[in-house]
């Protein structure tokens, strides 16, 4: 319910990553605000097991609790990449040529 909840409500930032990356515009799929464990990540690639997250100004305050979501994710073999809101809004071109070396890594 969460995960649908948030996929109705995304930031700005966001809405402008998922514009980028929906529909297999970088060749994989991706989805928006996946249930992770007791977590929702922002996008995922089922295929390479790629997170992406877009850190707005809440997550300053949770620097530690993220750290601990992220480590657990990635020790059941989850790849994250995260960016800021400020990164994907004032260099939307940069942060999809960071995604597309991680997607071209992972299927190597």
């Known amino acids: 319910m969460r995960a649908r909840e948030l996929r109705k409500n995304l930031t700005p930032a966001e809405a402008l990553l998922w514009e980028a990356i929906r529909k297999k515009k970088l060749g994989i799929e991706f989805h928006r605000q996946v249930p992770m464990l007791d977590y929702i990540v922002d996008f995922y690639c089922h295929e390479i097991g790629l997170a992406i997250e ?55």
């Open 54 to 108: 877009v850190d707005g100004e809440v997550h300053d305050h949770n620097v530690l609790e993220d750290g601990r979501r992220q480590a657990r994710l990635e020790s059941e073999g989850v790849q994250f990449l995260r960016f800021s809101n400020s990164q994907v809004t004032e260099n939307i071109t940069l942060v999809i040529e960071e995604i597309n070396k991680k997607i071209e890594e992972a299927l190597k």
